[in-house]
C-alpha cells in the first residue's frame, strides 16, 4: 500500500520556522519526483517545492524561493522542507505528492499519489 505521511506543521509566528517531513513507503522511491503542494482556505492549491529522487534535482515556486529549501534522505524514503522566513500567507495545509514524471508532477500539477496534508499556521 502507498502511503506518504506528512508531519512537522504547527503554529508558527512570522519570521520563525518550521521543518515538514514527508515518509513514504510502498513504492520505489528512487523512481519518483515528490513535490510539495499547499493550500489555503478559498485559494486553489499552489506547487511549492519538487525534488527528483534519482538525481536531486530541485525546483521551487517563485514565492518561496530562498525561503524554503526541499531535501530527501533516500536511505529513509524521506523528503524534508525546511521553511525559513515564514509569512503569514505562507499559512496553509501542506501536501506532500508523489509521481514518477517530474513533468507530470512540478508542470501538470499531477500526482499519483497524496498525503493526508499538515496544517502550518504563521500568526502575524
Known amino acids: 500500500e502507498v502511503q506518504l505521511v506528512e508531519s512537522g506543521g504547527g503554529l508558527v509566528q512570522a519570521g520563525g520556522s518550521v521543518r515538514l517531513s514527508c515518509a513514504a513507503s510502498?513504492?520505489?522511491?528512487?523512481?519518483?519526483?515528490i513535490g510539495w503542494f499547499r493550500q489555503a482556505p478559498g485559494k486553489e492549491r499552489e506547487k511549492i517545492s519538487c525534488?527528483?529522487?534519482?538525481?536531486?534535482?530541485?525546483y521551487y515556486a517563485d514565492s518561496v524561493k530562498g525561503r524554503f529549501t526541499i531535501s530527501s534522505d533516500n536511505a529513509k524514503n524521506t523528503v524534508y522542507l525546511q521553511m525559513n522566513s515564514l509569512k503569514p500567507e505562507d499559512t496553509a495545509v501542506y501536501y506532500c505528492?508523489?509521481?514518477?514524471?517530474?513533468?507530470?508532477?512540478?508542470?501538470?500539477?499531477?500526482?499519483?499519489?497524496w498525503g493526508q496534508g499538515t496544517q502550518v499556521t504563521v500568526s502575524s
Open positions: 525534488i527528483i529522487s534519482s538525481d536531486g534535482s530541485t
Open positions: 510502498g513504492f520505489t522511491f528512487d523512481d519518483y519526483a
Open positions: 505528492a508523489a509521481s514518477k514524471g517530474w513533468f507530470r508532477l512540478w508542470v501538470l500539477s499531477l500526482s499519483s499519489y
